[in-house]
T-cell receptor, first 114, second 115 residues
Framework: GDSVTQMEGPVTLSEEAFLTINCTYT??????LFWYVQYPGEGLQLLLK?????DKGSNKGFEATYRKETTSFHLEKGSVQVSDSAVYFC?????????????FGAGTRLAVHP | DTAVSQTPKYLVTQMGNDKSIKCEQN?????MYWYKQDSKKFLKIMFS???????INETVPNRFSPKSPDKAHLNLHINSLELGDSAVYFC??????????????FGPGTRLLVL
């Protein structure tokens, strides 16, 4: 079945460092891909998405490009802030059976210190 | 103007009890979902309803019974609670089901602790 693999955390960075969180997927067809973020003690928020190959999703300085050839959707940010500390989830849209469901990766915890 | 809301936010209860979690969305969406996040933060879908009809049931124990009184509400009732049910339960909604581009919007979660 479909699956998502994320790099294990925690990722610990200094403020203004460059961030990459790797995400690869296995799927039949070409699913939409998503990054969700969960701040401490809060629910999931959609960060960005891409719906087809070579699409780039972006939001709040974060970017991810849908790479069909490498089945990847890595999350990047040029300069992280302390407020970016959270757990980041990569997900794909599984349409098997004709109904939507999100398949999530295990999550990557990011800790940014001043 | 909360889009997807859940009550309660926290729920602490004893093993063997029966409890319910409520979810409401004001986005006018047709499809709603329940996801479970375990202690290791792993998220997995449990159920999905489309226009009050159950369309996804991911081999969840039958102690869990979702109920959708109307399109805007999807409640989760849990009988005979077990320690392993301790988790964060997220409700979500999307405009419809069946489309590859449908974004799911999540509620704030209900943190359930079974003692």
């Amino acid at each position: 079945g479909d699956s998502v693999t994320q790099m294990e955390g925690p990722v610990t960075l200094s403020e203004e460092a460059f961030l990459t969180i790797n995400c690869t997927y296995t799927a039949t067809g070409y699913p939409s891909l998503f990054w969700y973020v969960q701040y401490p003690g809060e629910g999931l928020q959609l960060l960005l998405k891409a719906t087809k190959a070579d699409d780039k999703g972006s939001n709040k300085g974060f970017e991810a490009t849908y790479r069909k050839e490498t089945t990847s959707f890595h999350l990047e940010k040029g300069s992280v802030q302390v407020s970016d500390s959270a757990v980041y989830f990569c997900a794909l849209m599984d349409l098997s059976g004709g109904y939507n469901k999100l398949i999530f990766g295990a999550g990557t915890r990011l800790a940014v210190h001043p | 103007d909360t889009a997807v809301s859940q009550t309660p936010k926290y729920l602490v209860t004893q093993m063997g009890n029966d409890k319910s979690i409520k979810c409401e969305q004001n986005l006018g969406h047709d499809t709603m979902y329940w996801y479970k996040q375990d202690s290791k933060k792993f998220l997995k879908i449990m159920f999905s309803y489309n226009n009050k009809e159950l369309i996804i049931n991911e081999t969840v124990p039958n102690r869990f019974s979702p109920k959708s009184p109307d399109k805007a509400h999807l409640n989760l009732h849990i009988n005979s609670l077990e320690l392993g049910d301790s988790a964060v339960y997220f409700c979500a909604s999307s405009r419809r089901t069946g489309g590859n581009q449908e974004t799911q919007y999540f509620g704030p979660g209900t943190r359930l602790l079974v003692l």
